[in-house]
């Protein structure tokens, strides 16, 4: 490689040269041609050096995903002080096909474009990933809150000096989790009662109004705990891997499972309307029962790869050796950031489930919608032959508009995600925050609407409710 630089006397630069392919390893020469002095230090290692730098990669060298795409890379970082500004042109003789670049201040592994000066080729004509996260994740699909907030987040910065983003973010979690709260509240104390339960529907969704409460409750400590251990960067590596290996999944656990209840409700409904007199109620019941059991154990042995391949990557910069009034607590940077790793299979394995997950209750409701709208108006009209099909469509909407509003609702909801999750190539979160933010909280909003979506728009549950409360008040107030 060759680079032409201008380089200021007041500033700090450092030179990575990293290889082209992954694990490949040789050994490599700098020249520096100028008219002034410069000076090239290893960050690791302190070698001094004026125009020429030999050295080697071999496998002991770090490693990362040059350019975010090709992985695995093995690097060296040199740092560059120059005595007089001026331009200088560093260039590479090596028996490997190495790759330059000069970055301004420090070199973050993780986000490879960020503090770039200048490289032998166009960074910029690389694709981008998400969040500027170097892993395997090349595109929406499968969207973390770490991939949307970590460009947002500010190290060492209270919460009161973050960005608008963050701060409106934190209210909106607060919001949700209250009304997630009083949502629970209200939905387990309606199909407790045992006329909720007649059929399965009820037993699904008193499971529902547990598990919302506790994926809003994840929700909340994924946020917490994202943005204090970024603010904090003290933060013990044991807690941050943790955190890293254990909350995604669990939080995941609960959001599927949640999902799949709801599914369960629009299905066994469109099942009701399809049978009709004849449908089996302790058949129902004893259905649902199982499934409630089997459900939990099912999505968690789907996500199980999750917890094997989840790491910390932790990368810490060197110290400023040509800065001495600088302490060690303001030249060393740690970065950390929770990756995940995959194999080609896994991978594909991966995004086949995340996709399952994602459209599997998404199709189910819009199914159970169609059916108890079309499904039943098909059935009235040969029955009925005095009226059009279009008017039985009608009649039928006026008439079970309380089991068509929940799949509608639910489907509604659910869009925004899986448009945003299948936009082609990979994304950058940063430069459309809220294009992807916006459907991620929304993705939430099922979990504190169960109450809303369920229960008001049924007589029978909301007599149920009532009843509920009368029985409270009863047992609460004084004889």
């Keep these: ?207 529902s109004s547990i598990t919302s409460l506790l994926t809003i409750s994840m929700f909340i400590i994924k946020f917490w705990f994202l943005v204090l251990t970024h603010i904090n960067e003290s933060t013990s590596l044991s807690v941050l891997r943790g955190g890293c290996a254990s909350i995604e999944p669990i939080l995941k656990l609960f959001l599927y499972l949640d999902g799949w209840l709801n599914a369960c409700v629009a299905a066994e409904r469109a099942v009701l309307m399809f049978k009709g007199v004849n449908f089996d109620k302790k058949k129902s019941k004893s259905i649902a029962r199982r499934t409630i059991l089997i459900l939990p154990f099912f999505i968690f042995g789907t996500l199980i790869h999750e917890l094997v ?42 995004t086949t489930i995340l996709f399952f997950h994602l459209v599997g209750p998404f199709i189910v409701n819009l199914c159970s919608a169609l059916f108890i709208i079309f499904g039943g108006a098909q059935q009235r009209s040969v029955a009925q032959t005095n009226q059009s099909f279009k008017q039985h469509v009608k009649q039928q909407f006026r008439e079970h508009k309380q089991l068509i509003i929940s799949p509608i609702v639910l489907l509604v909801l659910s869009m925004p995600r899986l448009i945003i999750s299948l936009l082609p190539g990979c994304v950058k979160t940063s430069e459309n925050l809220w294009l992807y933010l916006g459907p991620y909280f929304i993705s939430f909003t099922p979990s504190i609407l169960t109450f809303l979506i369920f229960v008001v728009p049924s007589e029978l549950y909301m007599k149920a409710f009532k009843q509920s409360l009368i029985r409270i008040r009863r047992c609460i107030s004084p004889q």
């Design 1 to 207: 490689f060759k680079l032409d630089i201008y380089l200021n006397v007041d500033m700090v630069y450092v030179l990575v040269v990293t290889t082209f392919d992954s694990k490949e390893t040789g050994q490599f020469l700098i020249a520096v041609l100028s008219e002034n002095k410069v000076t090239l230090e290893r960050l690791s290692t302190p070698v001094n050096i004026q125009f020429n730098y030999s050295s080697q990669l071999t496998d002991s060298n770090p490693t990362y995903y040059r350019d975010c795409q090709v992985p695995q890379c093995h690097y060296e970082t040199l740092q560059i002080h120059v005595n007089t500004t001026g331009l200088y042109v560093l260039w590479s003789e090596n028996n490997i096909n190495a790759y330059g670049y000069i970055y301004k201040n420090d070199f973050n592994p993780l986000k490879p474009p960020e503090n770039l000066l200048v490289s032998h080729d166009d960074p910029k004509k690389s694709s981008c990933v998400i969040g500027d996260q170097c892993n395997v994740y090349l595109k929406g699909i499968g969207l973390t809150l770490d991939d949307i907030l970590r460009d947002e987040l500010q190290p060492s910065t209270a919460l009161n000096n973050q960005s608008f983003s963050i701060k409106l973010s934190a209210a909106l979690t607060i919001i949700m989790f209250v009304a997630g709260l009083i949502n629970s509240i209200l939905s387990f104390i309606t199909f407790q009662h045992k006329d909720s339960q007649q059929v399965g529907c009820g037993m699904y969704l008193l499971a």
């Design 309 to 350: 391949f989840r790491r910390l990557f932790v990368y810490e910069t060197g110290l400023d050796k040509i800065d001495t009034n600088k302490t060690n607590e303001e030249t060393i940077k740690r970065y950390v950031s929770c990756i995940t790793r995959y194999s080609p299979p896994i991978q594909y394995y991966n």
